[in-house]
């Protein structure tokens, strides 16, 4: 039992102890496992989603984003969360059909966590960490540049449409 509980912490503080978001693997809305390695190289937008939010239009912001700039190497990654007034209690299934046929939603989309409290994803450990402050709502943004480093925090009244997201992207893009 004791050697048990040690291993688990010593994966527990590994897990806080990351350097970048690269380092995480989280499952994708389809349940199979998505490191986020695959986006070293790349600039990455990170947001928590939810269906039944009065921020819920900046998918479509979202996926005007996505593609004005996938082809020089950015990505956005949906994380639904149910953490803010219950604004997304659907399965991973359900959600996904949502964001495909309400939204056109082509960006990757992983499944559902929690970005607050007891059972905070590590990636938002992490994510909150590097930025020195809880998640408040659903549609925060992090941008995330090619190493894998957050370099801006977009809290959600910021819309993808906000002069101050496209210029963010741009200097990490560059």
């Known amino acids: 039992m004791t050697k048990l509980l040690l291993v688990g912490m010593v994966m527990t503080a590994s897990l806080f102890g990351a350097s970048n978001v690269h380092e995480f693997t989280l499952n994708s809305i389809d349940g199979k496992p998505a490191p986020l390695s695959a986006y070293q190289g790349k600039v990455v937008l990170i947001v928590n989603v939810a269906s039944r939010c009065g921020f ?7 996926e ?6 996938k082809d ?13 007034g219950g604004q997304e209690p659907g399965t991973n299934e359900e959600i996904k059909t949502f ?11 992983y499944s559902k966590i929690s970005v607050k409290g007891e059972d905070k994803a590590p990636l938002y450990q992490f ?8 998640i408040q709502w659903n549609f925060t943004k992090f941008l995330v540049d090619k190493d894998g480093k957050v370099v801006a925090r977009f809290e959600s009244k910021v819309t993808p449409e906000s002069p101050d997201v496209a210029a963010a992207i741009e200097k990490a893009l560059r």
């Open 64 to 69: 005007a984003l996505y593609e004005k700039y």
């Open 127 to 134: 994510l909150t960490d590097a930025t020195g402050s809880e």
């Open 56 to 62: 819920t239009p900046q998918y479509a912001g979202l």
């Open 99 to 109: 964001c495909s046929t309400k939204y056109n939603v082509t960006f990757p989309m």
């Open 72 to 84: 020089r190497g950015f990505v956005i990654l949906g994380f639904p969360a149910n953490n803010f």
